[in-house]
């Protein structure tokens, strides 16, 4: 699987500011994309997801954009709040009758007061 | 509902020692599965369950032994516990085994290996 070794990615914002995290995804035939964040001491909790036939999905404070020709998925967090400072994954499923998901490695968001 | 429910939170084992991860969903999922979380990556697939009976291997099965005699449990086993082994262990489920569904995941089960 993908590492990029003890370090994760870090994108320190300021807190009201809004926040982008990128993710680039392997598998052209992947069909559905899911965000998951995760706090410290949690397990993943679902933020938001899209389907392979859409470009762009909106929920409550966030939007995902989906760029299929050059496989990348970005998470937008409007008005980043600290609540929000986590670790934020993006996960793939490959296609076909399956839930088997793949994730990246993560991003963790750091949201300064 | 208390949705995914692992035990325990916290376990230390010695290399060759067995243990096995307990989860259970009261959400009536068919899908269940196990993951493990090292330092700095992402989540890798264990094993999954696309319902009661059936289990598969995941991307790194070896070690590990899954059994799915109810819908809500899916009990993960170490056999032979080695220090690679460490990790945080995450179940998940989701209704069904198709896609196109998020899955819920536990708190997490942090076991390290001496």
């Known amino acids: 699987g993908e590492s990029v070794g003890l370090h994760l990615p870090t994108l320190s914002v300021q807190e009201g500011d809004n926040s982008i995290i990128n993710c680039a995804y392997s598998?052209?035939?992947?069909?559905?994309f899911i965000w998951y964040k995760q706090e410290s001491g949690k397990g993943p909790q679902f933020i938001i997801d899209?389907?392979?036939?859409?470009d762009k999905r909106q929920g409550q404070r966030v939007t995902v954009l989906l760029n299929k020709t050059v496989k990348h998925l970005s998470l937008q967090i409007a008005a980043t709040q600290p609540g929000d400072s986590a670790v934020y994954f993006c996960?793939?499923?490959?296609?076909?009758?399956?839930?088997?998901?793949?994730f990246g490695t993560g991003t963790l968001l750091a949201v300064q007061p | 509902n208390a949705g995914v429910t692992q035990t325990p939170k916290f376990q230390v084992l010695k290399t060759g020692q067995s243990m096995t991860l307990q989860c259970a969903q009261d959400?009536?999922?068919?899908?269940m599965s196990w993951y493990r979380q090292d330092p700095g990556m992402g989540l890798r697939l264990i094993h999954y369950?696309?319902?009661?009976?059936?289990?598969d291997q995941g991307e790194v099965p070896n070690g590990y032994n899954v059994s799915r005699s109810t819908t809500e449990d899916f009990p993960l086993r170490l056999l032979s516990a080695a220090p690679s082994q460490t990790s945080v262990y995450f179940c998940?489920?989701?209704?069904?085994?198709?896609?196109?569904?998020?899955?819920?995941f536990g708190d997490g089960t942090r076991l390290s290996i001496l």
């Open positions: 998940a489920s989701s209704p069904t085994w198709a896609g196109s569904q998020p899955q819920h």
């Open positions: 598998n052209s035939a992947s069909d559905y």
């Open positions: 899209i389907r392979s036939n859409m």
């Open positions: 996960a793939e499923i490959p296609g076909g009758a399956t839930n088997k998901l793949i």
């Open positions: 959400m009536n999922h068919e899908y």
């Open positions: 369950s696309v319902g009661a009976g059936i289990t």
